[in-house]
């Protein structure tokens, strides 16, 4: 049997799979490719400078990055944002999307517009009393929907939550569950333990770890998923890739091909096989393809862009209508099989900290879901009658729009202040001494050790003797009489003379070294230190803003729910530059636009 033939068996089988979440839409066309140059984006988005602007709007245009696809603008929108903001996994169940957060599941029945608790109280907590849910995994079958989470293994009936644990047992210091995998009656864990089986009819559970090789950070047997190909069982962990020889009942490390990053780690956290039997895995270090079952791997990382360490990392692989899509570290993108590279489709996805970590994708009834550091976001589909009228005039308005897009983006430049003047009043506000103070501070140091320490000494010799009556008796040092009354006496002698002294003390061998001069240089490089990083973080926080602007005007929202979001983001990114700036931000770009009103109406 050929790999087709087993591909073709494993699609049957998976129309029944008990885990196989992503719901098949009958309608979902397929997306057009467009090549989007992350790099060129990324450039575009830290140029502040109008002509820099320009001219990577030129360029945008003429490589086409323009959105003409299938779903309506090309643009995701956020959907719904937890409380604790991240969402790391999506299951659908009919017209039901369960989400795993932050803190518990998540359901809606009306396509995100609603959502309500899914027993949440019935999870174990952390000490911050948050339940963070992993995976999610539902089975069809028999109306159960099971969870890996921060605190073992749940499964509970689909309609009403009740949740039931029935996996605790590892042995590390905690009892995380990465995913879980439902095989008939078998489940299947992967865990910072390693790899389990459990048996939920027999409630047991077996841990085969034989042939892993330890972490080579924890030390642990880190494992972030695993995948039944027929009779060929695969595991992902934090050492790469491996497939169990059941003869031996041990693991085979198969990565070879698969790069590894700095520390030694692979990061495999998927693993997917494509409708014509070859073997993909999400890795730290990019996506890579096997087509031999796993005894060989390449690169198909082309066009996946980087994190902030350099590296193309993946999270989760998706496939919808013969295209394969990707959930990584730098957004959304989709597989482009003539060229062999990746098309991205990031557009409307805004993650913390400049990031685009997308954990998760799925489709429900024409719309795909992703699962982000900020939520969840959902991406249109755009029916095919429009299509091509929207195609049309996407064409004869992309001249206008650019041209708008440039005077809009130029207008914001001039309204606000440039990242030098930010930097500047950030090292204001923040009153840190500079060069010239640790100069001056450090003469000082030495001229104080040609200046004398002067000390003056009050001196008394002698004797002060003191006479008192104490309640049960007296004390004296001479003989008294019944008659003395020593109550009511008080003498005093002294005995000796006083003098005064002056002395002047110079430390002759501090002129050459001293201990100050060594603190004050400490002190100064710490200084350094702390100003760098107020740097970096102003910085980022600056650009991160330009960018929210910068996509609010080439995909400007369409509904209100996206508007207010992204005015959240913007009033958030400007409250943190008002708080290292002392409130001189806003009072800047109100003192320029007050300005550039009179100046129009004295026009």
């Known amino acids: 049997m ?7 068996m494993q699609r049957n ?40 602007f320009v001219s ?23 959907l719904y ?10 299951s659908v169940y009919k017209d039901q999307i369960f989400i795993g957060t932050g803190n518990g599941v998540l359901v809606s029945k009306d396509k995100g517009k609603t959502w309500t608790d899914f027993g949440t109280d019935q999870l174990l907590k952390d000490s911050n009393g948050l339940s963070a849910i992993n995976w999610i995994c539902i089975n069809e079958e028999n109306n159960k929907i099971y969870i890996a989470t921060s605190f073992g293994a749940y499964y509970s009936d689909i309609y009403q939550a009740n949740w039931h644990k029935f996996f605790e047992n590892i042995k590390t210091e905690s009892n995380e569950i990465n995913s879980l995998t439902v095989n008939k009656n078998k489940i299947y864990l992967d865990t910072n333990d ?29 494992i972030f998923y695993s995948l039944q190909v027929n009779n060929d069982l695969y595991i992902a962990t934090s050492n790469g890739v491996y497939i169990l020889n059941k003869d031996r009942a041990s693991w085979q490390n198969i990565s070879g091909g698969i790069h590894k ?18 073997i993909w895995a999400a890795c730290g270090t990019g996506i890579y393809k096997s087509t031999d079952r796993g005894v060989s791997w390449k690169s198909e990382s082309n066009g996946i862009g980087k994190n902030s360490e350099g590296f193309q990392g993946a999270f989760y692989l998706f496939q919808l209508d013969e295209i394969l899509y990707s959930a990584t570290e730098s957004g959304v993108y989709s597989y482009n099989a003539e ?7 990031i557009a409307g996805i805004r993650t913390k900290e400049s990031s685009k970590n997308v954990y998760w994708l799925v489709a429900l009834e024409g719309d795909m879901y992703a699962a982000t550091d900020e939520g969840l976001f959902v991406l249109r589909e755009q029916k095919q009658e429009a299509r091509g009228k929207k195609q049309e005039e996407q064409e004869n308005s992309i001249v206008v729009l650019k041209g708008k897009i440039e005077a809009d983006f130029a207008n914001l430049e001039e309204l606000e ?38 000390g003056v000494d009050l001196n008394t010799a002698g004797t002060n003797t003191n006479y008192y009556q104490f309640d049960k008796g007296i004390s004296t040092d001479v003989s008294l009489s019944n008659d003395f009354k020593a109550g009511k006496t008080n003498r005093y002698q002294y005995d000796g003379r006083s003098f005064k002294q002056l002395a002047l003390l110079w430390n002759t061998n501090q002129f050459i070294y001293d201990d100050e001069i060594r603190e004050i240089l400490n002190q100064a490089r710490l200084t350094a230190n702390i100003k760098e990083n107020l740097l970096d973080d102003v910085t980022r926080i600056y650009f991160q803003r330009r960018r929210v602007q910068l996509e609010n005007l080439t995909s400007p929202p369409n509904d209100e729910i996206s508007k207010l979001s992204t005015e959240l983001q913007l009033a958030e990114l400007t409250g943190q530059l008002d708080s290292r700036t002392g409130g001189w931000f806003t009072k800047e770009i109100e003192k320029r636009k007050k300005l550039e009103a009179s100046n129009a109406s004295s026009k």
């Open 2 to 8: 050929n790999l087709k033939q087993e591909a073709e």
């Open 13 to 52: 089988k998976e129309k029944n799979n008990p885990c196989h979440s992503e719901a098949k839409p009958k309608n979902l066309t397929k997306l057009l490719s467009v090549n989007r140059d992350s790099s060129l984006l990324l450039r575009m988005t830290r140029c502040y400078l109008r002509d820099c």
């Open 56 to 78: 990577v709007l030129a360029a945008m245009t003429l490589i086409g990055i323009v959105p003409i696809g299938c779903y309506s603008k090309d643009t995701w929108q956020s």
């Open 81 to 90: 944002q937890p409380r604790q903001r991240v969402v790391k996994t999506i």
């Open 194 to 222: 390693g790899f389990w089986t459990c048996n939920l009819s027999l409630n047991s559970c077996e841990r085969l770890n034989q042939g892993l090789e330890p972490d080579v950070l924890s030390g642990n047997f880190q």
């Open 261 to 278: 990053l700095p520390g030694g780690r692979i990061n495999a956290r998927h693993l997917f096989v494509d409708n014509a039997g070859n």
């Open 339 to 345: 060229s062999t590279s990746w098309d991205s489709l």
């Open 417 to 454: 202040p440039s990242i030098i003047e930010v930097q500047k009043q950030t090292l204001k506000f923040a009153s840190l001494p500079t060069n010239n103070d640790y100069k001056r501070y450090r003469l000082q140091a030495r001229l104080r050790n040609i200046v004398p320490r002067v």
